[in-house]
């Protein structure tokens, strides 16, 4: 496995469309959440440590601000990988059950959509806002193996934020994780 950094994006750039079949079996894209005041895009995948660590917390996240208008959606980058038997379809449903995922979770078997987003990492973690502009494009909080030594939790500081209408600090760690499995 082989550690990464999300690369730093410039703030204000546009989402990109996509058309990705999810685990609920219906095709999802942008506009399927054209509702949501705040979009938050997780490229994530079933085996990474980096995700398991995480992904508890990104499940409170999206409770905690699922009534205050907050999307999360998750995508897979790594599906149907022959080196990695937990990357199909399947086990995404399998890994989404296990760890009571509340937020759509999406293949991209193409992986066009991880590259159109410039996604490096799992997890990789853009937040955009009503206009969908990336705002935030960084880390879930500052220790993602031991949740009880954390000291920052800047996405639910950034989501915080935002759904006041204050500005997010353009001061933003990076995601690390695992690389994305490229074809």
């Known amino acids: 496995m082989t550690l990464l950094e999300s690369l730093k ?9 996509f058309s990705l079949k999810g685990i609920d079996g219906s095709m999802h894209s942008l506009s399927t959440y054209k509702d949501a005041k705040v979009l938050v895009l997780v490229f994530m995948c079933n085996h990474c440590p980096y995700v398991q660590a995480v992904w508890p ?11 205050k208008s ?9 599906v149907d990988n022959p080196d990695y038997v937990e990357e199909t379809f399947d086990q995404m449903k399998t890994f989404a059950e296990k760890f009571g995922m509340n937020f759509p979770y999406l293949e991209d078997p193409t992986q066009q959509v991880a590259k159109d987003y410039q996604a490096q990492c799992t997890p990789d973690i853009y937040v955009y806002d009503g206009e969908r502009k990336l705002v935030y494009h960084g880390r879930v909080d500052d220790n993602w193996k031991d949740e009880s030594q954390v000291t920052k939790r800047e996405l639910d500081t950034a989501l915080s934020l935002l759904v006041k209408g204050e500005n997010i600090s353009t001061d933003q760690h990076p995601s690390m994780g695992c690389s994305i499995k490229w074809k």
């Open 70 to 78: 907050v999307q999360f959606v998750g995508i897979n980058p790594n």
């Open 9 to 17: 994006l410039q703030l204000g750039t546009p989402a990109r469309d």
């Open 57 to 67: 917390r990104l499940n409170v996240l999206q409770a905690e601000y699922k009534d």
